[in-house]
């Protein structure tokens, strides 16, 4: 195929493909090393040690059930291979957040033609840097898969529409296709991404069928019935794509066919829990609950965002109209997102990292056309901004991504546990490591210890995680009946000297996590 005008635009920046390819590739590398650094540092959420029962009961017994309060099966199924592959620990458990975290960044190549090379490069290099996409991305959770699988459909929706007369369409198509099953098949805020693009795609449709129909002068019917005509070559390769997400998401949630489960009542039992969460508003709070995390942590992105949607928005005429359906789309994307997750009352910091994307990829847009150089058959051609602008923007932008990289730095490696971060929402306590080497020193084997966790609530997570290989180790709403146990661990407000002689048990108190403070009740003679 010849390249499009719009290809020309985006090579067109003074900037070699050895350099793009390099300095992209460069990012990648850079986004690895910082999702991967001591990625086992940081004590397990107690969410990270539920998902984590759930893949141990899958990969120890085949056992899984969806169930929509702890999300869907992908997660699950893959981290149970890589710990039958690598191993069962802290790290390899939060190695496939990593993995679709630096893949994520990876997707930003296949929007080249809309974004330009410097647009590419600065939306990567944002992203890879972000303190929330880094942090979550350590997290052992569905997040940053939906978000690689919602950047990988609109890259392979966007490239199927400009391959849509050649036979390179069909890799975009399956991309598009699996990405959205893979979706659907992580976590439930899926159906609010197909709720954005497929309102969008409507939207756009009933334009162009009704801005067609005053153009042509034609009567409805005809109309309709030319744009049906123009569709139908297409539609087996749409069925076969529907056949095919299908198939993923019923591989998923019957756990590779071993569960009866209908792709009407995974939808179903989705669609209710998640409403009756809102109703309720289980973990609600107010609409701008997202804006002070934005601005703590996403200076940049959230700076240079809003003035990328504002000028997109603005610039209808830009590049002569080329790829102004993708800005509009992008800008469509960023607001959406941003008043959807407002408005749902199920705050919770994760749920930034999908107004962070958009926000991001307009940045970077932006930056990429205000530093970029750009050349007409040669030669330089007139700057967009003025010089003092230019330097203006980049104080503002030297300044702004200093504070985000030392944010970054501080909440994933030194402050990943500190109860006052924004991002740390309910996150266990150091405290933990030094309980487990207590534990681990005591005088008995993980087979032969008896340990009793006490707690009303049942909120003892992620304490069965740490005490995964103590056999003997049992959980409880109330004290047992009997004393045969070695060490007991109970919350701080009771006193179990009543019922203990004081003289053969030795105590030691630690926080769990933010407001909640136990007690370990242990047996003099299991120190060594």
């Given at each position: ?168 369409r069909y890799p975009y198509l399956i991309l598009t296709a ?252 150091p405290d933990i490591r030094e309980l487990m080497e207590k ?90």
């Open positions: 195929m010849q390249q499009s005008p719009d290809n020309e635009n985006a090579d067109s920046q003074g900037l070699p493909d050895k350099n793009y390819w390099l300095y992209g590739l460069l990012i990648v590398l850079f986004a690895l090393i910082l999702r991967l650094f001591e990625l086992g540092e940081r004590v397990f959420h107690h969410d990270e040690s539920v998902h984590s029962s759930f893949t141990l009961k899958l990969l120890e017994n085949g056992e899984y059930s969806y169930d929509p309060a702890y999300h869907g099966p992908f997660l699950f199924h893959t981290t149970a291979a890589v710990f039958h592959f690598l191993g069962i620990n802290d790290a390899t458990a939060r190695l496939i957040p990593v993995f679709f975290g630096v893949t994520t960044i990876l997707v930003l190549f296949l929007l080249k033609k809309e974004l330009g090379k410097r647009g590419v490069l600065w939306s990567m290099f944002l992203l890879a840097f972000s303190p929330s996409m880094v942090y979550f991305s350590r997290f052992f959770r569905n997040d940053m898969i939906i978000i690689f699988c919602t950047l990988a459909a609109v890259a392979g929706a966007f490239r199927y529409l400009d391959n849509i007369h050649s036979p390179k699996s990405s959205l099953a893979i979706a659907v098949s992580s976590k439930e805020n899926a159906y609010l991404i197909l709720l954005i693009f497929g309102a969008y795609a409507g939207l756009g449709l009933l334009y162009r069928v009704y801005s067609d129909w005053k153009k042509e002068n034609l009567g409805l019917q005809k109309t309709l019935l030319r744009k049906t005509s123009a569709v139908l070559p297409y539609l087996p390769e749409i069925i076969l794509s529907v056949a095919l997400s299908i198939f993923i998401i019923l591989f998923f949630y019957s756990s590779v066919f071993r569960n009866d489960i209908s792709l009407i009542s995974i939808v179903e039992r989705a669609f209710n829990h998640w409403m009756a969460m809102h109703r309720i508003e289980r973990i609600g709070g107010p609409f701008y609950y997202y804006i002070p995390i934005l601005f703590r942590y996403e200076i940049p992105i959230i700076l240079f965002g809003t003035a990328g949607f504002f000028h997109f928005l603005r610039n209808k005429g830009r590049n002569n109209g080329q790829n102004y359906s993708f800005f509009l789309f992008l800008c469509y994307w960023a607001l959406t997102s941003l008043l959807l997750y407002s408005y749902l009352q199920e705050k919770v910091p994760w749920l930034v990292v999908h107004i962070v994307l958009p926000f991001g990829v307009l940045a970077g847009a932006l930056l990429g056309e205000t530093f970029s150089r750009n050349t007409e058959n040669g030669q330089p051609k007139e700057a967009n901004y003025s010089n003092k602008n230019r330097i203006l923007l980049a104080g503002i932008l030297v300044l702004t991504l200093l504070v985000s990289m030392g944010q970054c730095i501080s909440v994933n490696y030194y402050r990943s546990m500190e109860p006052s971060e924004l991002m740390t929402y309910t996150q266990a306590s534990i681990e020193a005591f005088d008995g084997s993980p087979e032969t210890l008896r340990i009793y966790v006490i707690d009303p609530s049942k909120l003892y997570w992620p304490l069965p995680w740490y005490l995964r290989d103590y056999e003997k180790a049992a959980y409880s709403s109330k004290p047992p009946a009997s004393s045969k146990y070695d060490a007991i661990i109970v919350p701080i407000s009771y006193d179990m000297y009543r019922e203990l002689p004081e003289e053969e048990y030795s105590s030691y108190n630690f926080t769990l996590r933010p407001g909640r403070d136990f007690t370990l009740y242990y047996k003099n003679n299991l120190e060594k």
